[in-house]
């Protein structure tokens, strides 16, 4: 099976699109697949060009005002004409995320792609919507840090005492089941998608979120994008250093 693994967001690094393509390849180890970015007009004749010849394309994307970007609009009314010319018959699969945390905000936006389908001759073989996008790429980010700075202390503590204390042993759990726990949801979707993509079927749609309450999720979100604003959009970059646009 040819799968096409399409990161739509403009982001040209980073980003929650990417993050959850990143979750979905380790779900299909082994498959053959191929990963591009589609995240401007630049992109769209090298994947145009792969359409004809794939059984599946999963594409990642933001959700952008209750609907798709404009360059994935774009791109869709090319590959219309592109899919006429030469017949594209592939099953499509999407994973839409937002900001905010209901997942089920996606819903128009996975009808968008399934209208889309019905128009250019491919199949609609469903997606997923996933809330709290950005909070989960984040915690993508920070947990593998701090995990990584346990380590770092259990690796110094062990070469210099000969041993690892109970502390560290249990900050790491910690940190691990949180990720796990705040992911389980998404993770559990992206299981049962990429099953899907697997096993050549549809898929019903699927709505999940980051697993923390809406009560705590507005106002940590809200910290976030004020300091978020304060370095125009590119908080976690400039803490990292990194700059996420070309
Ligand atoms: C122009 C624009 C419009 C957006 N519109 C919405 C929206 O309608 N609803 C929502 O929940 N999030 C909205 N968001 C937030 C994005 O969906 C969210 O940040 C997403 O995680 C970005 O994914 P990416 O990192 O893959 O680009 C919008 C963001 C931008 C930049």
Redesign the pocket.
């Known amino acids: 099976m040819n799968l096409l693994i399409l990161n739509a ?3 040209k690094k ?5 993050f959850f393509s990143g979750l979905f390849r380790l779900f299909l180890p082994g498959s053959r697949k191929k990963t591009l970015s589609l995240s401007s007009r630049q992109d769209f004749r090298r994947t145009l060009e792969l359409l004809p010849d794939m059984d599946a394309v999963c594409l ?1 994307v ?5 609907g798709l970007p404009s360059h994935v609009v774009e791109f869709l009314v090319q590959a219309e004409e592109y899919c006429k010319a030469r017949p594209c018959r592939f099953r499509l699969y999407a994973v839409v ?4 945390v209901e997942g089920g ?1 996606n819903r128009p936006a996975l009808r968008m792609l399934q209208a889309w389908c019905e128009r250019a001759g491919a199949v609609w073989s469903g997606g997923v919507g996933v809330g709290g ?2 909070m989960l ?1 984040v915690l993508g980010i920070v947990c593998p840090i701090l995990i990584g700075v346990i380590l770092l202390q259990m690796a110094l503590s062990f070469f210099s005492a000969g041993a690892v204390s109970g502390e560290l042993w249990r900050s790491l759990l910690i940190q691990i089941f949180t990720w796990l726990f705040l992911n389980s949801s998404v993770l559990f979707c992206t299981a049962r998608l990429a099953s899907a993509v697997r096993g050549v079927r549809a898929l019903d749609n699927l709505f999940t979120r980051v697993m923390i309450p809406s009560f705590l999720f507005i106002p940590i979100a809200d910290v976030f994008m004020v300091l978020s604003s304060l370095f125009r959009g590119r908080f976690i970059f400039a803490l990292l250093g990194r700059d996420n646009r070309r």
């Not at 980073?14 to 990417?18: K, L």
């Not at 995320?97 to 905010?100: A, H, P, T, V």
């Open positions: 967001s403009p982001k980073g980003g929650a699109s990417r990642f933001p959700l952008y005002v209750d995320n937002n900001g905010f905000q996008g950005v790429q």
